[in-house]
C-alpha cells in the first residue's frame, strides 16, 4: 500500500505542507519538468485556482494532465 508523505512547500511567500502519496509528487514533478516550471511554480499556480484542500488539488490535478494525455493519444490511434 501506498504510504502518504508529508512535505514541506513555499508557495506564495509562506510554507505550507502537503500530504501526498510518492507516485503523485513524481507525477507533479514530470509535470512541472514537462512545462519548465518548478515544482514550487506548479503549485502556487495550482494553489491560485482550487477549491478545498491542497493536496487533493494536487492529485485532481495530476488526474486531469493524465486524462489529457489519455485523451490526446486516443485521437492519434
Excluded: P
Amino acid at each position: 500500500m501506498n504510504k502518504l508523505k508529508k512535505r514541506s512547500i513555499r508557495i506564495s511567500g509562506h510554507d505550507t505542507s502537503i500530504t501526498l502519496e510518492d507516485e503523485f509528487w513524481q507525477a507533479l514533478c514530470d509535470i512541472g519538468k514537462a512545462q519548465s516550471k518548478s515544482i514550487n511554480q506548479l503549485v502556487c499556480e495550482i494553489d491560485k485556482t482550487r477549491e478545498g484542500n491542497l493536496s487533493s488539488a494536487l492529485r485532481l490535478y495530476v488526474l486531469a494532465d493524465l486524462k489529457e494525455k489519455v485523451k490526446t493519444n486516443a485521437g492519434m490511434a
